[in-house]
């Protein structure tokens, strides 16, 4: 830890030593507390656990920025922690901390920060608050546009894992190129090009793991990747092209297996007035890089990289029943989305205009042929024997499927007070894979999603979602209702039924109030447990019970 604490000294000195240089009169403040509270009430039909008499999940932020220095911090309180947190954040500290100095296009950070290079393959630190995910590195950063068209960042340092730090290190760089800036009849024509390479290394310690008794790993202690992409504009049209390849990194996550991890994207998107199309398709290979190769590879902690989801991200209820979760050993996916809105005065426009959106994600696991090993001993996993290079797998060869899920939906405003979002879906799920064990689950979702415009001040909402499969735990119907009365008051009532086996309701009465910067969320809720997901990362949260108050207020 002696490394660990010469950073925060050098950063509490940095803070310090800036602090005597900043213009007041051009100083400001901002702010943000968030606390997210519950008393828990037992549910025995639901199986809630015991979790105390009270919960909370806390956050006080505060940032300070000036002309050439700016500086945070972010304190944390979980010592009773919401479920579903008990055994990773329960406690209380200050993990955020940085001091940024700019100068002459140059940004130099001090503390801890987050970073992506490119999509996130092969770095990629972010907060997300309802999933547990915070991957901050604390060290030191340099990010500098000193040379026109060009964008520099170096950084090194150890990785958040909860209230600790990790014992490996990290290094990296990452440059982009951006070709417009240089030639001056690219941006008179609307043409982009941007080229971009980035590298990062772990170091960490040698471990003794055995692949047979007697055969200790020789493990690699520094694991370096690369990244490069290609993008390409013109006028409307975008074309990204990106590739990483990761060095053979024997961890829990692979079962200890030497063989070198890769992926492959090609995304592309047009789009003009009232029309837009995505097209995508990627395909990973064992890339699951993480600061200590002993994670544990059902947490989503000490993840330095990141692998998008080709899925999208669903609001309502039943259609986000069953989300996907990122397989990071390997997946083929496909996603496409196009929208397109009917004119006003036309035969499918009406009135007012119609939005139709039509999308798609097909994802499929990699086809993997086991490789013999040499120890006949030797531990077998799930991707093959341990120390040996695990399996081989040719790039277009595709395994079982893992998702897939095609969905319409038309957005139709029929009077000047009243909306209607209708939705139709059809889902596929590998839940033997993505959760362990339950079979595919084949789904029809339908939604109606209606507003209206009582007064100038008062609008209704109401929606209706119903979800058919003959698989799982069978039908659900989920209800909701909402009155907004600006600009103060919002009291929502919703239900999600499962028609099916268990017959349970889980339900919500919630009122919400603002005023200024203050929110203030009260209510009672019954929810189910399942996985809490956004962009391919999952958390299980566990059913609850009991009275739900959420506060925040910005400053």
């Not at 039909?45 to 300070?64: K, P, Q, R, V």
């Amino acid at each position: 830890m002696k490394h660990h604490i010469a950073l925060v000294a050098a950063f509490v000195l940095t803070a310090t030593g800036a602090s005597h240089a900043v213009d007041l009169d051009e100083a400001s403040i901002t702010g943000n507390i968030q606390s997210d509270m519950l008393v828990p009430q037992q549910d025995a039909a639901i199986g809630t656990e015991n979790t105390g008499a009270f919960n909370t999940n806390t956050y006080l932020t505060l940032n300070a920025f000036s002309k050439y220095i700016s500086a945070g911090l972010r304190v944390e309180f979980n010592e009773f922690p919401l479920p579903g947190f008990e055994q990773d954040f329960k406690g209380w500290g200050l993990p955020h901390f940085y001091a940024t100095g700019n100068i002459a296009k140059t940004e130099i950070t001090g503390g801890t920060f987050y970073e992506q290079f490119g999509s996130g393959f092969i770095l990629y630190g972010y907060e997300e608050r309802s999933l547990g995910v915070d991957n901050s590195i604390l060290g030191g950063r340099v990010v500098t546009s000193i040379i026109p068209g060009a964008r520099i960042k170096v950084l090194g340092g150890v990785q958040r894992n909860y209230w600790e730090w990790t014992n490996a290190a990290l290094y990296g760089g990452d440059l982009e190129l951006t070709f417009e800036d240089w030639i001056k009849p690219m941006s008179e024509h609307n043409t982009r090009l941007m080229l971009g390479l980035s590298y990062v290394s772990r170091h960490e310690g040698d471990e003794d793991i055995y692949a047979a008794p007697g055969y200790r790993l020789n493990l690699p202690q520094n694991v370096g990747a690369f990244d490069a992409r290609i993008k390409f504009g013109k006028g409307g049209f975008d074309l990204l092209a990106e590739y990483a390849y990761k060095a053979n990194d024997p961890s829990a996550s692979n079962g200890y297996i030497y063989r070198p991890g890769q992926v492959a994207m090609l995304s592309a998107s047009y789009s003009q007035r009232g029309m837009s199309l995505l097209l995508q398709a990627k395909r990973s290979d064992n890339f699951a890089f993480r600061t200590e190769r002993s994670a544990d590879p059902k947490s989503s902690a000490r993840y330095i990289n990141y692998l998008p989801a080709f899925t999208y991200q669903h609001t309502y209820a039943l259609a986000a029943l069953y989300p996907y979760a990122t397989q990071m050993m390997g997946e083929w996916a496909f996603q496409g989305e196009f929208r397109y809105s009917f004119k006003r005065k036309t035969a499918l426009g009406g009135r007012y205009g119609t939005d139709l959106i039509l999308r798609g994600s097909l994802i499929y696991d990699i086809e993997r042929n086991m490789v013999k090993s040499s120890l006949t001993d030797a531990s077998m996993g799930k991707y093959g024997y341990m120390g040996s290079n695990g399996y081989t797998s040719p790039f277009f060869g595709m395994g079982g499927l893992l998702y897939a899920e095609a969905g319409i939906e038309i957005n139709k405003k029929f009077t000047k007070d009243f909306k209607l979002n209708a939705m139709y879906m059809f889902q596929k799920y590998n839940k033997s894979v993505i959760e362990g064990e339950g079979g595919m689950i084949n789904s029809h979702i339908i939604v109606l999603d209606g507003k209206y415009q009582i007064s100038r001040k008062v609008t209704a909402r109401v929606e209706l979602q119903y979800l058919h499969t003959k698989q799982d735990q069978g039908d659900w119907v989920y209800g909701l209702a909402e009155v907004s009365v600006l600009p103060y008051l919002m009291f929502t009532v919703s239900d999600m039924w499962n028609t099916g086996s268990t017959n349970l309701h889980y339900y919500q009465a919630l009122v919400t109030g603002t005023y200024k910067s203050h929110r203030l969320q009260a209510g009672y809720v019954r929810t189910r447990a399942g996985y809490n997901c956004a962009g391919g990362v999952c958390r299980y949260i566990p059913a609850t019970r009991g009275v739900q108050i959420s506060y925040s207020y910005n400053f």
